[in-house]
Nanobody, 123 residues
């Protein structure tokens, strides 16, 4: 089970930190990721992180602004979002998969999904 939190309303240029708590399975076995769906658009990959936390991939438009991290002792994954832009407005989803790699996950999506958390960036 994945439970995301931390969304909200922020002005452009501001920051938000999303957090996702996982339960029920061996967290360290899972690639973790964040995806988003903006209004009227398809879901897209934002960031993924390997099981060990040493391999990360980011959507080009968030590189340098967003940072994904995980704490395998607390079964959590976070997405620090800085310098937010109105185009970052979306529902953000935490995801997990123990049958893929970080490289594959960014292309193919992931197996387990949490309920989304809404991020709204005002101009």
């Amino acid at each position: 089970q994945l439970q995301a939190s931390g969304g909200g309303l922020v002005q452009a240029g501001g920051s938000l930190r999303l957090s996702c708590a996982a339960s029920g399975r061996t967290f360290s076995n899972y690639v973790m990721g964040w995806f988003r769906r903006a209004p009227g658009k398809e879901r897209e990959f934002v960031a993924v992180l390997s099981q060990s936390g040493t391999i990360t991939y980011y959507l080009d438009s968030v590189k340098g602004r967003f940072t994904i991290s995980r704490d395998n002792t607390k079964n959590t994954v976070a997405l620090q979002m800085n310098s937010l832009k109105p185009e970052d407005t979306a529902v953000y989803y935490c995801a997990a998969d123990d049958r893929t790699t970080a490289a594959q996950a960014r292309r193919d999506g992931m197996h387990y999904w949490g309920k989304g958390t809404l991020v709204t960036v005002s101009s």
